[in-house]
């Protein structure tokens, strides 16, 4: 069963404009940690930003802020003041506790975001 | 920063033959370390955990005895793809994870890839 959902294939964003990427997760532990990476066209994965379960604030790194919602089971990215440069593959993704693939990442299928001048 | 390595960055190859793919992580040691695949406009899909000294953990579906692991030490990991054929052209990445007491929050930094191209 798919762990990780991101509903937006793709995005468009304006320079300079906010834009929000989603993603729920289901899981049924208490304990787990979820991730964002950026995937440019040259294929590398950029880790952008991490939110543990217990984490009572919201994460923030830079331009990047998590919009987490446990109740929802939701770790929305947000991109503040967009740049041309963040055009690529966002990829949301979760770790559980110890499993068969011990601390794997579990990935959605990404959004493509688009920022237009 | 935790930096991974991967070798080659792309290989065109004929059918059957094997290649090899290395993954280093430079300026930190993984007992753990990962191999995803990721297909043209797709998700990263794990292959296999490769754990240092020991033998691999492979995903349900992905072959073993295709795909040869071996963790030989704290900072190297090699995946064998042997007898390629073209439905094993693919971008394949490795990522390590920077082991802290909270196994839950280590980072996984991610090599750049390898782009497989069989003939």
């Known amino acids: 069963a798919q762990k990780i959902t991101q509903t937006q294939p793709g995005m468009f964003v304006q320079e300079k404009e906010a834009v929000t990427l989603d993603c729920t997760y289901d899981?049924?532990?208490?304990?787990?940690?979820l991730f964002w990476y950026k995937q440019p066209s040259s294929g590398e994965m950029i880790f952008l930003i991490y939110?543990?379960?217990?984490?009572?604030q919201n994460a923030t790194e830079g331009r990047y802020s998590l919009n987490f919602q446990k109740a929802r089971k939701s770790a929305n990215l947000v991109i503040s003041a967009s740049q041309l440069g963040d055009s690529a593959m966002y990829f949301c993704?979760?770790?559980?506790?110890?499993?068969?693939?011990?601390?794997?990442?579990?990935f959605g299928k990404g959004t493509s975001l688009l920022v237009t001048p | 920063g935790a930096v991974v390595s991967q070798h080659p960055s792309w290989v065109i190859c004929k059918s059957g033959t094997s290649v090899k793919i290395e993954c280093r992580s430079l300026?930190?040691?993984?007992?753990?370390m990962f191999w995803y695949r990721q297909f043209p406009k797709q998700s990263l899909m794990l292959m296999a955990t490769?754990?240092?000294?020991?033998?691999?953990?492979?995903e349900q579906g992905v072959e073993k005895d295709k795909f040869l692991i071996n963790h030989a030490s704290l900072t190297l990991s090699t995946l064998t793809v042997t007898s390629a054929h073209p439905e094993d052209s693919s971008f394949y990445i490795c990522?390590?994870?920077?082991?802290?007491?909270?196994?839950?929050?280590?980072?996984?930094?991610f090599g750049p890839g390898t782009r497989l191209t069989v003939l």
């Open positions: 990522s390590a994870a920077l082991e802290t007491s909270g196994r839950i929050a280590d980072t996984q930094y």
């Open positions: 899981t049924s532990d208490q304990s787990y940690g």
């Open positions: 939110q543990g379960s217990y984490d009572e």
């Open positions: 993704a979760m770790r559980e506790p110890y499993s068969n693939s011990g601390y794997a990442l579990n």
């Open positions: 300026d930190f040691q993984a007992t753990t």
């Open positions: 490769s754990n240092e000294g020991s033998k691999a953990t492979y």
